[in-house]
Every structure is written in structure tokens, then in C-alpha cells.
């Protein structure tokens, strides 16, 4: 499992833009044991979809250092292209909290989101994302930045990727495997 070493000295490898975006590699996450238990329920809401045949994303909404909302991709039960794991859970936070905006809240992902999701964090005013895994599509990642990127009409979203890239990457391989072998 690609868990980061708590404790360990990790230096910001941060890249920041002149735009503000703050994309970091190996950010300085802060501690990392307590971010542990957001990722494992996030990894358990991506095998719960994985189960299921969807393609195996979970994520959970944190605020105050409580999980209020988790959700899995669900496209292929609802037949919707909207039923990804991050906008379900942004539906359910906003339910919970009677708030459209989530402020003060963190996403924890098993993948990197993709365009539509990271529009919606931003939209949904989410202060950071932790990512287990980056899209290996350098395009898409650079579209991601541009979509988190400050504006005038909204606030900075924070994206940390990479921060378990060993599970990110078995939990997908997983499912494909199993996929291509039905
Ligand atoms: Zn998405």
C-alpha cells in the first residue's frame, strides 16, 4: 500500500503558479494518519463500486475532521454520465450541511477528478482536494489546474495528488483486469 510515512520530513514540492493554483506532488499534507482514515472509506466507497461494475472512484466530504458525505461512481446503475463519485458526494453534503456552499470542507478521491468534477468542487467552494492518484493523461491534468485556477467569481481550490499511489493504482488495475477477463 502506498502509504506516505507519517512523521517524515516532506518538504512542499509545490508548483505555484502564477495564477495561484497550488498543485503539489508531495505537498506538505500535514499529518497524514489522521488523512488515512478519510482515504480508507474513500477506497471502500470505490470497491463498493467496484463490486458493482462501475469503474472503481469513491470519495468522501470531510468537515471538521468529520466525514459528511461519501459516495461511489454509480454511471452504469443510473445510466447517467453525471453519477460520478465526487458529484454524488457534493449532493450529499449539500443536502446535510442546507448549504450549496462547502466551506470549510475537504474532498478525499481515489482518482483524480476529472474536468466536470473539478468544476463542481470549485463551484461547490471546497477548500481542498486530497488525491490518491493522479490521471496519468497530462492533458486532462493540466485542464484540472486550469479549472481549479482563481477567478474573480470564486475562491482557490488546493489540490494534493499522489498521496496513495500504489492503492489508487491496484484498485483500478483490479477492475480492469476483471473487466477485460468477463
Ligand atoms: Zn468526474
Same mark, same amino acid.
Given at each position: 500500500?502506498?502509504?506516505?510515512?507519517?512523521? &517524515?520530513?516532506?518538504?512542499?514540492?509545490? *508548483?505555484?503558479?502564477?495564477?495561484?493554483?497550488?498543485?503539489?506532488?508531495?505537498?506538505?499534507?500535514?499529518?497524514?494518519?489522521?488523512?488515512?482514515?478519510?482515504?480508507?472509506?474513500?477506497? @471502500? @466507497?470505490?470497491?463498493? $463500486?467496484?463490486?458493482?461494475?462501475?469503474?472503481?472512484?469513491?470519495?468522501? !466530504?470531510?468537515?471538521?475532521?468529520? !466525514?459528511?458525505?461519501? $459516495?461511489?461512481? *454509480?454511471?452504469? =446503475?443510473?445510466?447517467?454520465?453525471?453519477?460520478?463519485?465526487? #458529484?454524488?458526494?457534493?449532493?450529499?453534503?449539500?443536502?446535510?450541511?442546507?448549504?450549496?456552499?462547502?466551506?470549510?470542507?475537504?474532498?478525499?478521491?481515489?482518482? @483524480?477528478?476529472?474536468?466536470?468534477?473539478?468544476?463542481?468542487?470549485? &463551484?461547490?467552494? !471546497?477548500?481542498?482536494?486530497?488525491?490518491? #492518484?493522479?490521471?496519468?493523461? =497530462?492533458?486532462?491534468?493540466?485542464? !484540472?489546474?486550469?479549472?481549479?485556477?482563481?477567478?474573480?467569481?470564486?475562491? &482557490?481550490?488546493? *489540490?494534493?495528488?499522489? #498521496?496513495?499511489? @500504489? &492503492?489508487?493504482?491496484?484498485? *483500478? =488495475?483490479?477492475?480492469?483486469?476483471?473487466?477485460?477477463?468477463?
Amino acid at each position: 500500500m502506498g502509504v506516505i510515512e507519517s512523521g &517524515q520530513d516532506r518538504k512542499i514540492a509545490a *508548483l505555484k503558479s502564477s495564477s495561484h493554483v497550488h498543485f503539489f506532488i508531495f505537498g506538505d499534507v500535514g499529518n497524514m494518519d489522521e488523512r488515512k482514515k478519510f482515504f480508507d472509506k474513500a477506497f @471502500e @466507497e470505490a470497491t463498493k $463500486a467496484k463490486k458493482k461494475g462501475e469503474i472503481p472512484v469513491g470519495a468522501v !466530504i470531510v468537515k471538521d475532521g468529520k !466525514i459528511i458525505a461519501k $459516495a461511489h461512481n *454509480l454511471k452504469e =446503475k443510473n445510466k447517467c454520465s453525471l453519477y460520478h463519485a465526487e #458529484l454524488i458526494a457534493i449532493m450529499k453534503a449539500s443536502k446535510k450541511l442546507g448549504n450549496w456552499r462547502l466551506i470549510d470542507c475537504d474532498m478525499y478521491v481515489t482518482l @483524480e477528478p476529472c474536468e466536470m468534477c473539478a468544476a463542481a468542487i470549485k &463551484q461547490a467552494r !471546497i477548500g481542498n482536494i486530497f488525491s490518491a #492518484l493522479s490521471n496519468d493523461d =497530462k492533458k486532462i491534468h493540466n485542464n !484540472i489546474l486550469n479549472i481549479l485556477k482563481v477567478d474573480k467569481s470564486n475562491s &482557490q481550490v488546493n *489540490l494534493y495528488n499522489d #498521496l496513495y499511489i @500504489e &492503492q489508487g493504482r491496484e484498485i *483500478l =488495475k483490479d477492475f480492469f483486469i476483471s473487466t477485460r477477463n468477463k
